[in-house]
């Protein structure tokens, strides 16, 4: 064999799947697909490969479908559908908003599982409300968003940081107050440009 990369074809994919815990119960193909039904735990999905791109594929008849390149991967989709009882981490990240003194606040549930990712919503939801935080909904990215005053942020991150156990992002890029904002200021801004007068 060579030191170049061979594609996996599916019959690679399923025996390396095997080898991981995982049955295959039968194997069938039609026009359209190659499939592989599978057993992980108690855990039925399919695993399918598009036989025109020949693209990858795993279906969970709840969860939805799952594209995946390498064995690797689809085992890390396994392993977060099997972890559907612990928690799943949600990250939170802070952007410019359309307001100077506001940030945009990006709460993002990392899980495969809507259902999950619906629970952790609505409970982050309820610790928020006292911070006077009102949640957006949540998005098919799995994001929720709210606008918070610049002012609150320092106040939420401890929050987030301390008692949810979240990971904090700040990616605003607007210079904050008595800042100086040659340090930050974005290249598209020329130096003399007059700043917005509210």
């Not at 039968?26 to 499939?35: K, M, Q």
């Amino acid at each position: 064999m060579g030191a170049t990369q061979t594609k996996q074809t599916f019959d690679d994919i399923v025996s390396q799947l095997k080898r991981s815990n995982i049955t295959v119960i039968n194997r069938h193909g039609d026009r359209r697909y190659r499939y592989a039904v599978m057993k992980k735990d108690d855990m039925l999905f399919v695993v399918r490969q598009f036989i025109k791109t020949e693209k990858f594929s795993l279906r969970h008849s709840e969860r939805g479908i799952f594209y995946f390149n390498t064995v690797p991967e689809a085992l890390d989709i396994l392993d977060s559908l099997t972890k559907s009882n612990k928690k799943c981490q949600i990250d939170a990240t802070v952007w410019d908003a359309e307001r100077m003194e506001e940030r945009e606040l990006r709460f993002t549930f990392n899980t495969y599982d809507l259902q999950m990712a619906a629970k952790e919503y609505e409970s982050l939801k309820t610790k928020l409300a006292p911070l006077g935080v009102s949640l957006g909904n949540l998005t098919q990215k799995l994001q929720a968003i709210t606008v918070i005053p610049q002012t609150s942020i320092d106040r939420i991150k401890t929050m987030t940081i301390t008692e949810f156990g979240m990971k904090w992002h700040d990616y605003s890029k607007k210079p904050q107050r008595y800042m100086s904002a040659s340090t930050f200021a974005p290249s598209y801004l020329h130096p003399h440009a007059h700043p917005h007068t509210h």
